[in-house]
Structures are given as C-alpha cells and as structure tokens.
C-alpha cells in the first residue's frame, strides 16, 4: 500500500521556521524523485521544491528560493521528505503536498509525480 504523508504543518508568525515532513512506504522511493507543492485558497496548486533520487540534485520555485530548503533520507523502507521553511511569509499560506516521481530527475511539473499525500496546512500570520 502506497502512502505519502505529510506532518509538521502549524500556525507561525510571519519570519519564523517550521519544518515539514513527508514519510513515504509502499514502493521503492529511494529511486524516486521527491517534489513538495502548494495550494493557498482560490489558487491553483505550484511547484515549490523538488530533489532528485539520490538527494544530490534539487530545484526550487523562485518565490522560496533562499528561504526553503529540501531534503531526504532514503532509509530501508521508508523515504522522509523534508522541506525546511524560513523566513516564512504571509503568503506561504497554503496546503503543502509531498509528491513522488518515478522518473527519479528532480522535476517542476505536476504531472510527472505519480503518487500525492494528503497535505499539511501550513498557516503564516502576521
């Protein structure tokens, strides 16, 4: 059984970390490429960062570049995703998505992941 999911989502202030996490059972994910998405309310999901099978390799989404940071560790049996949040803005508001790919390249695009988590509110206030 297929799973991805996501854990670490909160209320912080505006300037303040948090740090999500993404645990994924079910396949072999250590040869997957990992993404992390976004949907704030009355917007379309995007892209925010993505790291490639082996973790040596990663992109991000201008909007976070500097701030977020992704990670994983390819245990035995179960790959954790990391997505260390900094500097954190109003507008980092939004449902974050783990995201798994088989074509193992670290990629932007949504339909290339083939497995989706659940999601985890993360919410910046002010």
């Known amino acids: 059984q297929v799973q991805l999911v996501e854990s670490g989502g909160g209320l912080v202030q505006a300037g303040g970390s948090l740090r999500l996490s993404c645990a994924a059972s079910?396949?072999?994910?250590?040869?997957?490429?990992m993404g992390w998405f976004r949907q704030a309310p009355g917007k379309e999901r995007e892209f925010v960062a993505a790291i490639n099978w082996s973790g040596g390799s990663t992109t991000y989404a201008d909007s976070v570049k500097g701030r977020f940071t992704i990670s994983r560790d390819n245990a035995k049996n179960t790959v954790t995703v990391y997505l260390q949040m900094s500097s954190l803005k109003l507008e980092d508001t939004a449902v974050y998505y783990c995201?798994?790919?088989?074509?193992?390249?670290?990629?932007?695009?949504?339909?290339?992941?083939?497995?989706w988590g659940q999601g985890t509110q993360v919410t910046v206030s002010s």
């Open positions: 079910g396949r072999t994910f250590s040869s997957y490429a």
């Open positions: 995201a798994a790919s088989w074509r193992a390249v670290a990629t932007m695009e949504a339909y290339n992941y083939d497995y």
